[in-house]
């Protein structure tokens, strides 16, 4: 074979050999795109499906805005969140004042996130501050929840109480269980361990049972525990003396002079960097609840929050913003 012949020969060898491995790469290329689009694509249905089955939501761009808006927006809810709604309103009047906003019914003082969700899902208001996520049967009703804040609880003594030491989670739950009864048990003086519950109303005794007693159920009331009958933190503050113990948002106690944080896990919830990383065990998020098919202007107060000013208003009430 002559050298021209064999030189053809290797050309073409190497044109198949570089055709081949475009192909090939090509292959590679358009596999790995529809794998990332197809991963892209789950990885949309999974958090889609998520948010479906918590119907907690993000922005307001999902609801249904086809009701007419009211003359009055009509709030109701968490007592936790009185602070920061309350500062809401005040900034929402300035960019709306034709449209009046109350907050609690009928008496104009919030009745507790649970009170408040059913004010709701019954017509008697039109939102409801919520200190928690929505149960499944309030989703069921066709209530979502828009997150608007983080926060924290905060396990409370009286300031007088000798008991200087911090609580393991395992440690809270054996006291609100009444499991364990003296202070003596968990490093403290012999003397009775008095447990202040929160109402039954308040979203903040529904997420303390969830997240601290697991869902369990709080022992009836006794001697040593019980249970007030109306959402309201100063009677508790009151109410701890030297033995008591009972748990708030962090916002509502940090500033008291007359009573203590317990610190739980070696954390305290006044550490913002604990609340904002969830690495403090009782962290939380808080909601604005609504109809999913609802009105303009409660979407506008909504988004009011959820805009820069609102946010900061939010930091300004004790709360982490949601972004």
């Keep these: 074979m002559s050298k021209a012949s064999n030189k053809e020969t290797l050309t073409l060898a190497l044109a198949l050999l ?89 008496d104009g003082k919030p009745n507790g996130t649970n009170a408040g969700i059913k004010n709701l899902i019954d017509g008697k208001v039109l939102m409801a501050a919520s200190s928690r996520r929505l149960k499944p049967k309030e989703i069921q009703a066709g209530i979502v929840g828009i997150p608007i804040a983080k926060d924290a609880l905060a396990v409370t003594i009286g300031i007088n109480n000798p008991y200087q030491g911090g609580l393991t989670m395992a440690q809270l739950k054996g006291i609100f269980q009444g499991k364990i009864t003296n202070w003596s048990e968990v490093g403290g003086l012999n003397a009775p361990i008095k447990v202040i519950n929160r109402s039954r109303d308040s979203g903040t005794h529904t997420f303390f049972q969830d997240v601290v007693l697991l869902g369990e159920e709080f022992p009836p009331d006794g001697a040593n525990f019980k249970t007030l009958e109306r959402d309201e933190t100063t009677p508790i503050l009151r109410a701890l003396g030297k033995d008591g113990i009972s748990y708030s948002t962090v916002t509502q106690i940090e500033n008291q002079k007359t009573v203590r944080i317990v610190p739980i896990d070696g954390i305290s919830p006044t550490d913002q960097t604990a609340i904002q990383n969830a690495s403090y065990p009782i962290s939380r998020v808080v909601y604005l609840a609504v109809p999913q098919k609802t009105n303009p202007a409660t979407k506008q107060f909504i988004d009011f929050t959820l805009s820069t000013q609102g946010q900061q208003i939010i930091k300004r009430a004790g709360f982490i913003p949601i972004q």
């Design 18 to 106: 570089i055709t081949g491995g475009l192909a090939a790469g090509g292959i590679w290329y358009f596999q790995g795109n529809l794998s990332n689009q197809s991963i892209e694509k789950t990885d949309d249905n999974q958090n889609r499906q998520l948010q479906n089955s918590t119907n907690q939501i993000i922005g307001t761009s999902s609801l249904d805005t086809s009701l007419p808006s009211p003359s009055v927006l009509t709030i109701d809810g968490s007592v936790t969140m009185v602070a920061a709604i309350k500062q809401l309103q005040i900034a929402f009047s300035l960019i709306n004042p034709s449209l009046s906003t109350t907050y609690g019914v009928p």
